[in-house]
């Protein structure tokens, strides 16, 4: 899959170059892609170098828009995980054969339709993950002379796509006016930053701790460090709870073979949002 983000890069570097070496004005561009489209197209893997050629020959508009086309096709394969990678060359490899011996335009433009569905139906089997909701864990325990209660806040990250597996999954958060800039968080099914989700898992966020002196006294704190942390009150710059409430959290999430919300479609909303909105089980 690395091979052939490399050679269509290559592809699309040659052309761009062969495009910007003769136009002197708009009215060049057009006479030229034909020429620099030969002159690139060898640059991409079989069957794809095929698949391009008859894509833009029997493609009906100008050639601008036949180039469009070619790109539309190889970015809706660059955009398939690598699990399905073999799957799908294996598939193009039977098709690619059709392409080049049918002579018939119709038949041929048949063959390279199907070669565009069969992508897309692909891609759209591809594990998806989205941003489900915030849920807290409550615990409480005695420890000196009072009661912590702690409140651990997960946001739920759901695979929306049935029977696939979202591998090597990571989630990541960034808090507004501190040096938390896209810091690692871990799942709570393994306490590792990374995990592979077939259904959905549960990312770590913050931590609200509350102490309670046998006094009365009370003490909360929010801390962003990790959740198995033996000492957080020793988190570089400890604020109070309440500074910490309407800083804005930003949270990405990633996946080795997964389609995930880009990060403008993020999920930010400020910490006491989070704490407000947030289910227990």
Known sequence: MSEFTEKVTKFDLKFNDKISEGVKSISDKHPLIVAAFK????????????????????????????????????????????????????????????VLELKDSTAKQSTLLEIKVMISSMHRMLPFLTYGKIKVRQQGQPMHSGIYDDRRYFIEVTNTTSNTVAKNCQGSIT?????????????????????????????????????????????????FSHPLAMDPVNEAAVEQYNDKLDKTLRILIQSENAQYPAESESMTKTVRQLINEAVED
């Open 39 to 98: 002159t690139s197209v060898h640059l991409l893997p079989s069957p794809f170098d095929v698949i391009a050629e008859a894509i833009f020959n029997d493609f009906k508009g100008s050639d601008e828009e036949k180039f469009e086309q070619v790109k539309e096709v190889l970015e809706e394969f660059r955009s398939q995980g690598e699990d399905h990678y073999n799957d799908l060359i294996s598939k193009l490899g039977s098709l690619h054969s059709d």
């Open 175 to 223: 808090v507004s006016g501190t040096e938390i800039t896209n810091s690692s968080r871990v799942w709570e099914k393994n306490y590792q930053e990374t995990i592979d989700i077939g259904h959905k898992e549960f990312l770590y966020l913050f931590k609200v701790s509350v102490f309670s002196e046998n006094s009365g006294r009370n003490e909360t704190r929010l801390y």
